[in-house]
């Protein structure tokens, strides 16, 4: 069972354009997630990160929105660099006391094309 | 440096062996988490250490998989009799007790033969 999914193994776009990756999830309880950038033969690297009390985050040039009722989260990138290039992994958690255990998703390779 | 550690960074093994995998969270951190990431698949959860609680071990794929924490810091995760689908590279993340951000280590990399 798959509870947080993303659907598009990969995505390539122009460089200077807006990046979207998409993130959706099935357990109704998840109430933070996170964005992460994988980097090959590296750790993940945080990114980015909401609440479900919000609907947007924003962090320079990433942007993070949560549509609850719909269960889905996207995270944008604009505008994109070369550099961005990598795989984006979105995680969902629930809380309790205050830590989280996170379920990854199966990530998204971005080709940024200069 | 302050981040967290693992090691070792690669380790070649022959099918039926004994692996130990070693983390070294960021001091202070009370959440200590194991992921996997199989050859072009995703991130998929292990196990989860949160302070002196029992840890949550409904990610751990068969009963040859274990992991301890000892003195709510470093952590080792056993594979016995490692089979070939255990190849991949196994992450550890810890996390401060009132934040959600994970910050991962480099990973390990095992590969059986």
């Known amino acids: 069972d798959q509870q947080v999914k993303q659907n598009s193994p990969s995505l390539s776009v122009q460089e200077g354009r807006i990046s979207i990756l998409n993130c959706d999830y099935t357990?109704?309880?998840?109430?933070?997630f996170l964005w992460y950038k994988k980097y090959p033969a590296e750790g993940p690297t945080f990114l980015i990160s909401?609440?479900?009390?919000?609907d947007k985050n924003e962090d320079g040039r990433f942007t993070v929105f949560l549509n609850k009722s719909a269960k889905h989260l996207s995270l944008h990138i604009v505008p994109s660099q070369p550099g961005d290039s990598a795989v984006y992994f979105c995680a969902a958690g629930a809380g309790g006391s205050g830590t989280y255990k996170y379920i990854f998703g199966t990530g998204t390779r971005l080709k940024v094309l200069a | 440096g302050a981040g967290v550690s693992q090691s070792p960074s690669n380790k070649v093994t022959e099918k039926g062996k004994d692996v130990e995998l070693r983390c070294d969270p960021i001091s202070g951190h009370t959440a200590l988490y194991w992921y996997r990431q199989s050859l072009g698949q995703g991130l998929e959860f292990l196990i989860y250490?949160?302070?002196?609680?029992?840890?949550?071990k409904s990610g751990l794929p068969s009963d040859r998989f274990s992991a301890e924490r000892t003195g709510g810091s470093v952590s080792t995760l056993t594979i016995q009799r490692t089979q070939q689908e255990d190849s991949a590279v196994y992450l550890c993340a810890s996390s401060p007790s009132n934040t959600g951000e994970l910050f991962f280590g480099e990973g390990s990399r095992l590969t059986v033969l």
């Open positions: 909401i609440s479900s009390i919000k």
């Open positions: 357990n109704s309880m998840f109430d933070y």
């Open positions: 250490f949160q302070g002196n609680s029992a840890p949550d």
